[in-house]
């Protein structure tokens, strides 16, 4: 594994799991050996992800920087800082890939305006796993990300996707806060035409993974999943 200063984008599990090598590739275990630092959403969940490895230096000593949907933009360059100077650190989701569904984008992209080495590696994306489970189309997708918080505009939203999703015979995609689930589809029940489908995918690569895929009407007339405090992802498709 190389030494040379980099931002290292490195994947996180989509929950707890004693063994990282069952969803994260040797790659990453590897790239963990090198970093001297940590960018993450939050203290606890960059501390917790790097006990998960063997590192440079105790887990404890390894510095973590925050970087989340608050971090005011002019404090990116800050954060890139130690990079400059000759270290190596990596950014980390709080689940599954960085930059797919969260603000990290932000920080590569002025990465790469400093010519700064950027390094990617493999890992699970609930995105593309909800998909290739889901049994809908995967040729044309949009995703959407969260879907809105006030019961009016989600609705306005949800008639959106089926208006795309008619028009570009592509499967529409979105996710929804664990406490929302419940609300959210109800709200697509009642929006979504009958011949719609829909699969609701949740708890993925955990023991407790559910995947549904079924027309609206089917959903109607069955008993709903509980998605209760679980992770959860939305696929809607108009066709056949």
Known sequence: MSDKP??????????????????????VVKAMRSIDGLIAESEAAGRRYLTQFETKKPAAEIPIALFNEHTPDDHIDFLLEPIINGERWGLVSDAGLPCIADPGSKLVRRARQKSLVVQSFVGPSSILMSLMLSGLPGQKFFFHGYLDREPEKRQAQLKHLVQMGKEEQATQI?????????HTLEAALKVLPNHAW????WDLTMPTQGVITQTVESWKKSTLPNLEKKPAIFLVHLGD
């Not at 980099?6 to 599990?13: D, F, R, S, V, Y």
């Not at 979105?174 to 419940?182: D, G, L, Q, T």
């Open 6 to 27: 980099a931002l290292l984008l490195l994947p996180n599990l989509l929950g707890e799991h004693r063994h990282v090598e069952v969803f994260l590739p040797s790659s």
């Open 174 to 182: 979105f996710m929804e806060a664990p406490y929302r689930n419940a």
């Open 198 to 201: 829909l699969c609701v995918a």
